[in-house]
């Protein structure tokens, strides 16, 4: 099956718009995270580079956030009502818009704009992907393709900070040009990605006694029904978004040139490009929250690591460990997300989750370099690390509480 159909509506009798196919969804994915890690891997640098003081950093970051948690849920509630190929064509040119936009901007001002802008596309962008999957793969089957879209999207994180530090050896000032080049040529395949395919879930046979509710469930039924899971998005979410910061500054402390600097999110990818498939088969017969749960407690733990950690390639070393633990988290994340979901509302939710991540993220980041400027890089570390180890915990519990369906 390659992609969501023009099948009858259940709720409307009419013909339902066009999706895109699978293997344009997972080219679009590994284009997207290309340019959007690339430009991560750089950023502080970039940012330093142009004259933004460092306590302004997270600042100017915020911005990426504050675009994709404004459009998160909005391109969610478009994916469920437009279908997925209108939604995704928009996105991937708001997103080239906006890193043109950051090309030319004199003022840190300006750049944050930028960054809300190209943002809002991306916000877009990954949507449509992770709801095209959700809705044509049986659910036994979505960890394994949640895994796939992983690794694919994850094989574009890899190459784009590799391919981002060679065109940044001479200036920083290149790195743009590389997203606008990934995010262009993602354009033209989302315009050439329209395919019909049978929606996995409006094509499977239901019972009398599982009629379809005739009426859509409302933005807070679908908010409701995956709360936990948003629980465990926002408090990883706000970790990472420290070291979105951090991390280009911890490692010109440690010695590190901006190539390697970029080159060093190598470590962490790989692990999730050959693992992310396999993530179904890690404690297969435990409950999925519990797995999810516990490998982003790891993730929290080893923010204390770093904040100890004195050398380049020994950072890079714990980064591999890392990269094992998102190979885990990631695709049973989105497939726990893909199964809570009510019918009729997968496109709001993951808007919902990816908003609640931005939001989060962007707290992180705009704190962080606050957190810099007062403590250090090891202090940064540590707080992030003990809010990850602890908003975890609070999800774990609530998880086991309520005990949501695995």
Not at 18 to 47: C, D, H, K, N
Request: with cysteine; proline share 6%; glycine share 10%.
């Amino acid at each position: 099956m390659s992609g969501v159909d023009v099948v009858p509506s259940p709720r409307t009798g009419l013909r339902e718009p066009y999706g895109v196919s699978r293997r344009g969804a997972f080219v679009i994915s590994f284009l997207a995270r290309a340019s959007a890690m690339g430009t991560i891997s750089i950023i502080s640098p970039y940012l330093l580079d142009r004259g933004v003081p460092v306590s302004l950093l997270g600042l100017v970051m915020v911005g990426s956030a504050l675009g994709s948690g404004a459009f998160a849920l909005i391109a969610g509630r478009l994916v469920d009502r437009l279908g997925a190929w209108w939604v995704l064509v928009c996105g991937c040119l708001v997103s080239v818009a906006g890193v043109l936009a950051l090309v030319s901007a004199p003022t840190w001002q300006l750049m944050t704009a930028s960054f809300f802008c190209s943002s809002a596309g991306m916000a877009a962008i990954s949507n449509t992907l992770r709801t095209t999957i959700g809705l044509t793969t049986p659910e036994e089957d979505q960890e394994k393709v949640f895994g796939q879209l992983t690794s694919v999207a994850t094989v574009g994180a890899l190459i784009g900070p590799i391919l981002v530090g060679l065109v940044v050896v001479q200036s920083t000032a290149a790195a743009p040009w590389f997203a606008i080049t990934m995010l262009t040529v993602a354009t033209l395949t989302s315009l050439a990605s329209r395919r019909p395919g049978v929606s996995a879930r409006l094509a499977q046979p239901e019972s009398a006694e599982q009629e379809p509710d005739p009426s859509a469930p409302s933005t807070f039924e679908v908010i409701k029904a995956i709360l936990p899971i948003t629980a465990l998005v926002t408090t990883i979410a706000t970790m990472y978004g420290v070291y979105a910061t951090v991390w280009g500054v911890y490692l010109r402390e440690l010695g590190a040139a901006d190539p390697v600097i970029a080159w060093s999110f190598v470590a962490t990818m790989l692990p999730v490009v050959v693992l992310s498939p396999h993530a179904r088969r890690v404690l297969p017969r435990a409950p999925r929250w519990m797995v999810a749960g516990g490998s982003t407690l790891c993730l929290g733990l080893l923010a204390f690591v770093y904040a100890i950690t004195t050398t380049v390639w020994l950072a890079i070393v714990v980064s591999v460990a890392e990269g094992v633990l998102m190979s885990v988290s990631l695709p049973i994340t989105y497939s726990l997300i893909a199964r809570q979901a009510p019918k009729g509302g997968l496109g709001r939710a993951f808007g919902a989750t990816a908003a609640a991540d931005s939001v989060s993220s962007g707290v992180g980041t705009a704190v962080a370099g606050t957190l810099i400027a007062a403590g250090g890089v090891a202090y940064s570390f540590r707080l992030a690390g003990a809010y990850c180890v602890a908003g975890t915990t609070l999800a774990l519990v609530w998880w086991w509480r309520h005990r949501p369906a695995s």
